[in-house]
């Protein structure tokens, strides 16, 4: 039997009365593979005219991954895209030397489940040209009394559309009427489940909606058991071996460079320009919790 981690995720407050279950990074894991970021929104459903708004805010060395499982939202970047995505469907933005995004509900949706992902760049493709690419057909399959949709990498002879840099996989799994799961395991990957919906069982253990099941590179199989209407996330890949730093929404591969993005951002550089919407905010940066990095030695 695989040895299983536990992983307490956190809740955490972005405004407005929204709520997320924050899975990656936390204390105990801050990676798998090269997914360095996990928020699970919702199951939630607003109040008329309310939503999820999220201003004006900046990215860098990494990919954000966005999968919608109920509701619509609106995303706008500085590149001048604009994207509606509707349930069964990924956004996919990759942020490298920098780029601005706006996330915002769609008037008329008051329900909202999704999980909003990042991937970490690697080295060669930290500071790459940005670009946005949406994704409304994804590789979906039934197996095992098990509906499987591939969000990324390859699974099961498949391979989904998301063109990531580093090797890993993310594959949605929900049943209606509960299943028991052989997953095949590419040994040389970590992996980590998170329930989204109902009970799930990793291993024999009954992983909580708060937690998150790791287990190490070593492991060919995964037991899992859904029950009736269960939902899960499995992400795996193979363990990242460049330094990563993260702060607010910065990825970079020292604090020097990520204190460098910040400071970018707070002077109006044009390394973010602005999203092409009118009355929209822009989201101010905490402060750096170590200083100015851009001043320090022996980083």
């Known amino acids: 039997m695989n040895?299983?981690?536990?992983?307490?995720?956190?809740?955490t407050d972005l405004g407005d009365g929204m709520q997320v279950l924050r899975a990656l990074p936390t204390r105990q894991r801050r990676m798998i593979g090269a997914?360095?970021?996990?928020?699970?929104a919702g199951p939630v459903s607003f109040a008329p005219g309310a939503g999820m708004h999220v201003g004006a805010h900046?990215?860098?060395?990494?990919?954000?991954?966005?999968w919608l499982i109920e509701g619509e939202i609106l995303h706008r970047d500085s590149l001048g895209n604009e994207q509606v995505?509707?349930?069964?469907?990924?956004?996919?933005?990759?942020?490298?030397r920098g780029i601005v995004h706006t996330e915002d509900s769609i008037t008329g949706s008051q329900q909202l489940n999704l999980a909003q992902l990042w991937i970490a760049l690697p080295p060669e493709m930290a500071f790459c040209e940005p670009r946005f690419e949406h994704y409304p057909v994804l590789p979906r399959w039934d197996d095992q009394a098990c509906s499987f949709t591939l969000l990324a990498g390859s699974y099961a002879g498949r391979t989904a559309p998301a063109q990531v840099h580093t090797?890993?996989?993310?594959?949605?799994?929900?049943?209606?009427?509960?299943c028991n799961l052989s997953l095949t395991l590419e040994p040389s990957f970590e992996y980590g489940i998170l329930p989204l919906e109902g009970e799930v069982t990793v291993e024999g253990e009954a992983i909580?909606?708060?937690?998150?099941?790791?287990?190490?590179?070593?492991?060919?199989?995964l037991q899992i058991q859904l029950a009736a209407g269960g939902r899960a996330l499995l992400l795996g890949g193979l363990p990242f071996s460049e330094p990563?730093?993260?702060?607010?929404?910065?990825?970079?591969?020292?604090?020097?460079?990520?204190?460098?993005?910040?400071?970018?951002?707070?002077?109006?550089?044009?390394?973010?320009?602005?999203?092409?919407?009118?009355?929209?905010r822009r989201l101010v940066a905490p402060a750096l919790p170590w200083g100015d990095a851009l001043n320090e030695k022996n980083l």
């Open 208 to 221: 909580a909606m708060h937690e998150l099941a790791y287990s190490a590179s070593g492991a060919a199989t």
């Open 35 to 40: 997914w360095c970021f996990l928020d699970h």
């Open 58 to 66: 900046p990215h860098t060395c990494l990919q954000t991954f966005t």
């Open 167 to 178: 090797p890993l996989v993310g594959v949605d799994l929900v049943s209606r009427d509960g």
């Open 85 to 96: 995505i509707r349930p069964g469907q990924v956004n996919l933005m990759t942020a490298g």
């Open 3 to 11: 040895r299983i981690e536990r992983v307490s995720a956190r809740a």
């Open 244 to 280: 990563v730093v993260m702060w607010w929404n910065f990825v970079g591969n020292s604090k020097a460079v990520v204190a460098q993005a910040q400071q970018d951002w707070e002077n109006g550089t044009s390394r973010f320009p602005a999203v092409s919407h009118p009355g929209q």
